[in-house]
């Protein structure tokens, strides 16, 4: 039996979770659980845990409740705590025939007697359901963004001014004629500029920017790593925190046929 007082206590805590017994049926919940999974202590109590979230599940929750099943013996065997990852699991909506879609990080910490045995589990519940549908919304734009990207032959590229570590997207290395597997650095990026003005003026239109705080937009002559020539569009944009720059970020787009062809046009009329 649990003591009337702690029960009390548990019934108020913030925190949603179960009490489960070793042969993982519930022997009390709180009114924290009873909320976020949408259900009554009548449907709980008495009832093994993995039957009844299955028996409340929408569907596409096995994985979890295998999982939970492993942790749940896991636990007893070992008489250790342990915290599941984040858990997806769907209920019913409002009693309707869509999902509901939880995230849910799931720990089980056993409560032993005087000797050593585990009487009780406690099952809490970590509800991230909104942080992982913000995630999730964060990269589907990210995946729309690189679609545009790809469409338009345009690559991305990253600067750490504190680690001085530079980071080129796939495609920005292709862009360079360099492979997968290439690692950029700032002193090889500069040397791929064709000398003199074109070289130069990346360097200063770099320079004003970190230390001027001035974006630039420049397209360029450059020798590719494949060794041929081509004209690229490089923008640059600083970020800045407490007056440091620490980061500075832009695209690189190969605009080499719209430029060969206004370089031709300029012969034939001239």
């Avoid at 009554?40 to 039957?51: C, D, F, P």
């Avoid at 939880?102 to 000797?115: A, F, H, M, R, S």
């Avoid at 963004?145 to 290395?173: F, Q, R």
Wanted: aromatic share 8%; glycine share 6%; with cysteine.
């Amino acid at each position: 039996m649990i003591p009337s007082q702690i029960t009390s206590v548990f019934k108020v805590s913030p925190f949603p979770s179960l009490i489960l017994r070793p042969d993982f049926t519930v022997a009390e919940v709180n009114q924290a659980y009873l909320q976020i999974a949408d259900l009554t202590e009548a449907k709980m109590i008495g009832k093994g845990l993995l039957e009844m979230l299955d028996e409340n599940s929408s569907g596409g929750s096995k994985g979890m409740l295998s999982e939970l099943k492993h942790s749940l013996e896991h636990v007893v065997e070992t008489k250790k705590p342990h915290e599941m990852n984040v858990q997806k699991y769907n209920l019913p909506a409002n009693g309707s025939d869509w999902a509901d879609t939880k995230y849910w990080i799931l720990k089980n910490t056993p409560v032993l007697n005087e000797t050593g045995d585990v009487d009780f589990i406690l099952h809490t519940v970590t509800d991230v359901t909104e942080q992982k549908l913000l995630e999730k919304q964060k990269n589907d734009s990210q995946q729309l963004v690189d679609k545009a990207y790809k469409l338009a032959n345009i690559g991305t590229w990253e600067y750490d001014m504190l680690s001085e570590k530079l980071h080129w997207s796939s495609l920005t290395k292709d862009i360079h004629g360099f492979d997968e597997h290439y690692e950029p650095d700032v002193k090889s990026t500069i040397s791929l500029f064709k000398e003199g003005f074109n070289r130069n003026t990346f360097s200063q239109a770099a320079n004003d920017a970190i230390q001027k705080e001035i974006p630039f937009n420049v397209e360029l002559k450059m020798i590719s790593g494949k060794g041929d020539e081509r004209w690229v569009r490089a923008t640059g944009e600083p970020e800045y925190n407490n007056g440091i720059c620490t980061r500075f970020y832009g695209i690189s787009q190969d605009v080499s046929s719209r430029r060969k062809a206004e370089e031709k046009r300029k012969k034939i009329y001239n």
